[in-house]
């Protein structure tokens, strides 16, 4: 969406004694107050980046839970698993994209490796694989918007679980990922951000839940999700307030919940709130959510705008 624009202030000139006198107004009067352009950028960055990734990450689950097995149950759509390659005590798998993702909403190319200890059982409580993005370039089809991810995350399964074992042995599961990673986006800007998020499922397939919320720190900030520079040089800290809830029956879109990016450096700062509809109102019951509300502030300037999910 474009940005919110501002209306400069207008006087009127009531009479020619008064030209002099409104010409000092409106100098004083003229509202150099910024838009919310670079906190928008921010935001729809910050939300097709993580939609992205964690693509990724969840074919990188689906195939560790059907135990390393090249069924075709547990292999990603358009997507290949190469011959495992053992050195010392370690086993490497690489996931390798060809095309459409199993939910026709990104085309996929490049590879992920994924390293794990000879003998490491996915479900097993703590379990954890180093999950590395080579040239992962993966372009969302409905406007043809693309990014490509560099990187390294650990991936961590914390309570031990299968995803598939919800609503039977396991009440919730929760999975830790951290590391850092870069990325390109298709104007050849990039940005480079760390990544601290805790994910905790809960449900049953199908009516999946997934709660997340930031376990980083870094300075006098905590509770951060994911920080680092973005598009303009500019560092940012991404903290979450408020759990963010995604709901399987809502396309994995995210439904409540409150983010704050902040760039200290320009005194700008955008609260994200979730779970809004198309008239911009919070959803209510089993609604899914098509919007969210950004409130921006820079210095002593502030304002509001909601934005379309991608």
Known sequence: MKAKQF??????????????????????LKDNSPDSSSLQQLSQDDNYVENASDEAMNDVNTFLSGGQLK???????????????????TITYYITYTGMDCHIRFIRSGK????M???????????????????????????GKSVKINGTKTFQNVTGGFIWQLGNQYTSIVYKIWGLINVTFDDSTTRTWNVARQKTFTGTIGQLNMTVDGFGTEG???????WGINRNGENFYTQITQSVV?????????????KVHQIPSDNKKATITFGYNSNNEPVVGDECPTKYRLDW??????????????
């Open 71 to 89: 069924s075709t149950n547990h292999i990603p759509c358009d997507a290949v698993i190469d011959s495992n390659v053992i050195v010392n005590d």
């Open 117 to 143: 200890k000879v003998g490491t059982q996915w479900n097993d409580a703590g379990a954890a694989v180093i999950v590395t993005f080579k040239n992962l370039q993966i372009t969302r089809k409905t406007n």
């Open 220 to 226: 006098n900030f905590n509770n951060l999700v994911v």
């Open 7 to 28: 209306l400069k202030i207008g006087l009127i000139l009531i009479t020619a004694a008064g030209l002099s006198l409104t010409g000092c107004q409106k100098e004083k």
């Open 246 to 258: 995604f709901r399987e029956t809502c396309y994995w879109y995210p439904c409540s919940g409150i």
């Open 297 to 310: 502030e820079k210095g002593t300037h502030s304002g509001t705008v909601y934005l379309w999910l991608q």
């Open 112 to 115: 992920v490796e994924v390293k």
